[in-house]
């Protein structure tokens, strides 16, 4: 995304809510850290985990030297943290030094294991906002469930986790201070207890996946990510930029932004359903950032990544938040685990963004990097090494997706589509070294919430086709545990049209998966200032209507109501109207919980917008002339949460 803007748009779309979650999937069918407890719990009298009021750590054990040999007490050197918001008269804290040389020591602190007996665990907090690095964590079965950090504040801050889920677990609190040398590089907590009465109770109180306002068949994050770049609540379950997509061995692999912190990691065998796995990777150290890109199957293991070459590493490309120096991290288990490259970066180059893939003819890899204006292209034998072929790309920013598509299905006659960050698209031709435009650039979504657009790779591997989702930038989820959604996954074609080729996007034919009941109709017609009520509500829907509407006349389809205005041939959905190159005969439309895309003559043109409903129910309204509704059909749509996806590995 644009990084200048960031602050204005994800600040303007955070919750506000001050959330906490998981840090990976739990294997326990009732260890769903963003659900709400199966049934209420009486209040009970308090239990202390720890109230740090004494002068040693009694039966916590520490490791590394940011602990010190104890709590520390009121007439210590650290008084002045003292004055933020303690109880009594200690605290647990990695600053213990009292100064800057106390954020160079790392260490952990571990409390003695306990039983879960209360629906809720409190305490205070303070320190980095450094998710896994400055943190509280609550471990059960090895695997941490909660975790929490501070604002990077030493106010002391009450939170809170739900574990109604675990009562009866055996769990144990493990403080960790992992920075060294960072500002903000300690942590601060006290009084952890276990109460049916925190003084501030965790927001998350809805089934996950189902809560109010999360899209019900578009992919949204359930992992928990903290935005260190506001010092405010946190934003639960953020996501921009799509990174990395791809297939391999039977399963689609979806990885996204979390801003510079981490890839947020997803698979899917059927491109509907899918399983968030915990982040891929996160940034090397502190503030060095884990940017966009993309992924790669080194088949040949071109690189030697692999000790083995019948398992080939998966490797991806990402910049640093330096914007200049360009990384990679692989994985050799399909993606469950991964190392970053201990030579990093493969290349220092001013830009950012690396779409990298395998050029046949040639036989060599390619990378495009983005900088503020154009793109550069770079080759390599080995994924290694890179050299500049000097032919740059103008007229282009950010997040490159560069892809080759038959005409109107001939393999004889294949061209070279290059997306842009903003979705504008050109097509032309590539022998590996330079990309020769054929036409201007066009957008590939007219809405205005479609951003950073990736496309699936290795797909030859699989049917073939070439499979396109964004970032739908800008949405708006009050209160929710999840920040931001993708768009449906679409497939694109290159067609001729009577101006030129251009790209057509459709929702892949896995939409018809989740049909429920259908509601359809045959040849309506509707006069100047009539209209008609469909008698349907619902916000999970897929909508197909052909339609004839004459030259200066307007079907107003009134969606919840969002309006999607059409004419004789264009469509918009508080946009610009977006042309289509004849008259409009087919409308297909996807109506999730806050969202509205909308496909117009097979895909020639489509607009993706982001909105929260006002109302319920289907109207479609005529003005300026008799319109002719051919056919309509609804479909009301299952969750893809309702069926949590399987991966394959």
């Not at 009121?74 to 800057?100: C, F, M, P, R, V």
């Not at 006002?614 to 309204?621: A, M």
């Amino acid at each position: 995304m644009d990084r200048r803007s960031f602050l204005a748009t994800g600040l303007a779309t955070a919750s506000g809510t001050v959330l906490l979650g998981v840090a990976g999937n739990s294997t326990d069918a009732h260890a769903d850290p963003l659900s709400g407890p199966s049934q209420p719990y009486p209040s009970k009298p308090d239990i202390v985990i720890a109230d740090f009021e004494s002068d040693s750590w009694g039966a916590w054990q520490t490791t590394g030297t940011a602990f010190g040999s104890g709590p520390v007490l009121g007439g210590q050197a650290i008084a002045h943290l003292l004055k933020y918001g303690y109880h009594g008269n200690g605290i647990a804290t990695s600053d213990s030094l009292n100064g800057e040389l106390s954020d160079m020591l790392v260490g952990t602190l571990t409390s003695p294991t306990f039983t879960i007996e209360r629906r809720y665990i409190a305490f205070d907090i303070g320190g980095g906002q450094y998710e896994f690095i400055t943190c509280m964590n609550l471990v059960i079965d090895g695997e941490v469930v909660k975790s929490a950090t501070g604002r990077e504040s030493d106010t002391l801050l009450p939170q809170s986790w739900d574990v109604g889920d675990y009562i009866g677990r055996s769990a144990y609190v493990e403080l960790i201070d992992q920075a060294n040398g960072q500002n903000w590089g300690h942590i601060v907590v006290d009084h952890i207890v276990q109460t049916d009465n925190p003084e501030q109770p965790p927001v998350v109180t809805q089934e996950l996946y189902h809560e109010t306002y999360r899209p019900q068949f578009h992919f949204t994050a359930r992992q928990w990510t903290m935005d260190r770049l506001n010092p405010g609540p946190l934003q639960e379950g953020w996501m921009n930029d799509l990174n990395g997509l791809i297939y391999y061995d039977g399963e689609y692999h979806l990885f996204a932004q979390r801003w510079f912190k981490a890839w947020i990691h997803a698979v899917s065998t059927d491109l509907i359903h899918w399983t968030e796995l915990p982040p891929a990777f996160f940034e090397e150290s502190l503030n060095s950032g884990v940017m966009s890109g993309t992924c790669v199957i080194d088949y040949a293991n071109t690189s030697g990544l692999s000790p083995n070459k019948a398992q080939p590493p998966m490797v991806a490309f990402w910049a640093r938040a330096d914007n200049y120096s360009q990384c990679i991290s692989y994985s050799l288990d399909h993606g469950r685990t991964w190392t970053k490259y201990a030579n990093n970066p493969v290349l220092q180059h001013a830009e950012r963004d690396p779409d990298v893939f395998w050029y046949e003819p040639a036989g060599h890899w390619v990378m495009v990097l983005s900088d503020n204006d154009y793109y550069d292209i770079f080759t390599s034998p080995n994924l290694l090494e890179w050299t500049n072929t000097n032919n740059r790309i103008p007229n282009s920013y950010e997040c490159p997706n560069f892809f080759s598509l038959p005409l109107d299905g001939s393999a004889a006659d294949t061209k070279w589509v290059m997306v842009r960050g903003n979705g504008y698209y050109s097509v032309g031709t590539f022998d590996g070294y330079e990309f020769s435009e054929e036409t201007e650039q066009f957008p590939s979504d007219g809405g205005p919430n479609f951003y950073a657009t990736q496309s699936w790779a290795n797909t030859a591997t699989g049917d073939g086709r070439i499979v396109q989702s964004a970032w739908m930038q800008s949405g708006t989820y009050p209160n929710m545990p999840f920040n931001q959604q993708a768009a449906f996954p679409r497939e694109l074609t290159l067609r001729s049209t009577p101006a030129g080729p251009r790209l057509f996007r459709e929702p892949i034919r896995e939409i018809a998966n989740l049909h429920g009941m259908e509601n359809s109709w045959k040849v309506l017609s509707l006069n100047s200032g009539g209209s008609w009520n469909l008698g349907i509500s619902g916000d999970t829907l897929h909508i197909t209507m052909d339609v004839a509407i004459p030259i200066n006349a307007t079907l107003t389809f009134d969606i919840n109501g969002v309006p999607l205005v059409l004419t004789y041939n264009s469509i918009a959905c508080g946009t610009d109207p977006q042309t289509v190159s004849g008259s409009l005969t087919s409308i297909e439309v996807l109506i999730d919980r806050t969202s509205v895309e909308a496909f117009g003559n097979g895909g020639e043109v489509s607009v993706s917008r982001c909105c929260l409903f006002n109302e319920t129910g289907l109207t479609l309204s005529a003005a300026g002339g008799a319109i002719s509704v051919n056919s309509l059909s609804v479909f009301q749509l299952s969750s893809i949460w309702d069926k949590l996806g399987t991966p394959k590995h």
